[in-house]
Nanobody
Framework: QVQLVESGGGLVQAGGSLRLSCAASGRTFPINAMGWFRQAPGKERDFVSGISRSGGSTYYADSVKGRFTISRDNAKNTVYLQMNSLEPEDTAVYYC?????????????????WGQGTQVTVSS
């Protein structure tokens, strides 16, 4: 099994930055793509960003393109999400996800493992 633990969430003012981390443990060798999703109150979970196993391919939702950057350190089994120019609309619980198969799926069904989530709140 693979366990994912997110950290780095918190409260920030609009225009500020946060860096989320997601550490994988357990049987990490089958992990290929990793991604970040978010769920705002009363809304469905949405894709935010994904990254290939090598880190050479990344993909972003239009709403965060140019503001968020995903990266990963395979030696540490960790994926990061650098979030800049945060907006109140970015307020949500952010979830890390990992997939056994390659490919940068934007559908949550493409991912096999999920973290518990970390709250990000952006005040106006």
């Amino acid at each position: 099994q693979v366990q994912l633990v997110e950290s780095g969430g918190g409260l920030v003012q609009a225009g500020g930055s946060l860096r989320l981390s997601c550490a994988a443990s357990g049987r990490t060798f089958p992990i290929n793509a990793m991604g970040w999703f978010r769920q705002a109150p009363g809304k469905e979970r949405d894709f935010v960003s994904g990254i290939s196993r090598s880190g050479g391919s990344t993909y972003y939702a239009d709403s965060v393109k140019g503001r968020f950057t995903i990266s990963r350190d395979n030696a540490k089994n960790t994926v990061y999400l650098q979030m800049n120019s945060l907006e109140p609309e970015d307020t949500a619980v952010y979830y890390c996800a990992a997939a056994r198969l390659p490919g940068l799926g934007t559908d949550g069904r493409s991912y096999d493992y999920w973290g518990q989530g970390t709250q990000v709140t952006v005040s106006s």
